[in-house]
């Protein structure tokens, strides 16, 4: 599977929007975006994924660049809960099974 | 209840002993997931199952082993656990296609 690059960190206060960038730079084309969180103590969470077009769903938004080489989580409003690592993976349709979860962003939401 | 059940939650192990930590989901899902997650390395795969006859080396299955006892049911064990085996274990649920994982909440596992 293509690698992605994250930021170590982000900061953001609560209530604001957070954009939450990811490079794949040597995505192909059946490539499928996967964001997945992990809240403190606990297991990864699934949080959205995408193909080529935007995403919405409750928790978030995914925007793609046109390209694909690059995307955006959005969290529209920010929570002291939205305090997590956040993960960019790639996965195939149909390909792998071996997901690469690199080391993610922590986002820290200051009060 | 979690969808995704991992017991025990956390565990103290001595060198040498084998050790199994368990796995139950409720999902009806046909694929099954171990993971390790180790500080500043992310999570790694260790095994996975598409059924209860179908099993797979993921990229870290040396010193584990596992079993799918029924769709529901993946142990991970540890036949002589080692010190470098200390970490955080994790059992995922997936559904077909382009699913996305479902995880439990892990099992903190010692080695002393």
């Known amino acids: 599977d293509a690698k992605t690059t994250q930021p170590n960190s982000m900061e953001s206060n609560e209530e604001e929007p957070v954009h939450l960038p990811c490079n794949h730079s040597?995505?192909?084309?059946?490539?499928?975006i996967h964001w997945y969180r992990q809240l403190p103590s606990q297991g990864p969470e699934y949080v959205i994924h995408g193909l080529t077009s935007n995403v919405n769903n409750r928790m978030a938004s995914l925007a793609i660049a046109e390209d694909r080489k690059s995307s955006t989580l959005i969290l529209h409003r920010a929570t002291l809960r939205d305090a997590a690592v956040y993960y960019c993976i790639l996965r195939a349709q149909g390909g792998s099974e071996k997901l690469v979860f690199g080391k993610g962003t922590k986002l820290t939401v200051n009060p | 209840d979690a969808d995704v059940t991992q017991t025990p939650r956390n565990r103290i192990t001595k060198t040498g002993k084998r050790i199994m930590l368990e796995c139950s989901q409720t999902k009806g899902h046909d694929r099954m997931y171990w993971y390790r997650q180790d500080p500043g390395l992310g999570l790694r795969l260790i095994y996975y199952?598409?059924?209860?006859?179908?099993?797979n080396k993921g990229e870290i299955s040396d010193g584990y082993s596992v079993s799918r006892q029924a769709q529901a049911k993946f142990s991970l064990s540890l036949e002589s656990a080692i010190p470098n085996q200390t970490a955080l274990y994790f059992c995922?649920?997936?559904?077909?296609?382009?699913?996305?994982?479902?995880f439990g909440n892990g099992t903190r596992l010692t080695v002393t």
């Open positions: 995922a649920t997936r559904g077909p296609g382009n699913s996305p994982l479902h």
């Open positions: 199952s598409f059924d209860v006859k179908d099993i």
């Open positions: 040597t995505i192909s084309g059946t490539d499928y």
